[in-house]
């Protein structure tokens, strides 16, 4: 079945880096983009950007653009999400998402979520 | 401050009828943008419910039905149900920020 398994819980310090992977399963990778999509403690879901894995073009959200890097691996099938200057405000679960092909859909399939929590 | 606005809340008894609003701008769904709605049950990933506006996608009941019209979406829920009880999103793409925008949710409480 198609699945996105993801990386385990991180506790980092303000000021570094995190490093998120995102391993699909079931479907073809290169042929979807994957988006990424965070949600802080107790708060709604904000969307990050997204990668083409065939292509490596990537689209950052206005926020995060110049802290993000989405990259992918496509012999194992592995998305990445690297956040670098970590702040308080960066404690959230971060989660990947399959879009759907065509325009007028949707993230159909979702990873379990990341658990990031910064703290000193 | 979202750039799609939901009500925080909102409640039903079993059985009954409920509808979810999101409201845009001409930036994005007034610009003819696609609207998706996810819905998240406590602890859980989020999950698509509906797709371009008014698509269910397999598995998802006919108890759930989305629409649009002019800058704004709707999600309806009929036949309420305990297992309804989670936040919903509503999500779109806005021109000028030239990005997906979620709104802020909906917190669903069945009576």
């Known amino acids: 079945q198609v699945q996105l398994v993801q990386s385990g819980a991180e506790v980092k310090k303000p000021g570094a880096s995190v490093k998120v992977s995102c391993k699909a399963s079931?479907?073809?990778?290169?042929?979807?983009?994957m988006h990424w999509v965070r949600q802080a403690p107790g708060q709604g879901l904000e969307w990050m950007g997204w990668i083409n894995p065939n292509s490596g073009d990537t689209n950052y959200a206005q926020k995060f653009q110049g802290r993000v890097t989405m990259t992918r691996d496509t012999s194992i099938n592995t998305a990445y999400m690297e956040l670098n200057r970590l702040t308080s405000d960066d404690t959230a679960v971060y989660y990947c998402?399959?879009?759907?092909?065509?325009?007028?859909?949707?993230?159909?399939?979702w990873g379990q979520g990341t658990a990031v929590t910064v703290s000193s | 401050q979202s750039v799609l606005t939901q009500a925080p809340s909102v409640s039903g008894a079993p059985g009954q009828r409920v509808t979810i609003s999101c409201t845009g701008s001409s930036s994005n769904i007034g610009a003819g943008y696609d609207v998706h709605w996810f819905q998240q049950l406590p602890g859980t990933a989020p999950k698509l419910l509906i797709s371009g506006n008014s698509n269910r996608p397999s598995g998802v009941p006919d108890r759930f039905s989305g629409s649009k019209s002019g800058a704004s979406a709707s999600l309806a829920i009929t036949g309420l149900q305990a297992e309804d009880e989670a936040d919903y999103y509503c999500?779109?793409?806005?021109?000028?920020?030239?990005?997906?925008?979620f709104g802020g949710g909906t917190k669903l409480t069945v009576l």
């Open positions: 079931g479907y073809t990778f290169t042929g979807y983009y």
């Open positions: 998402a399959k879009k759907q092909s065509g325009a007028a859909y949707g993230l159909d399939v």
């Open positions: 999500q779109s793409y806005d021109i000028s920020l030239s990005g997906w925008v």
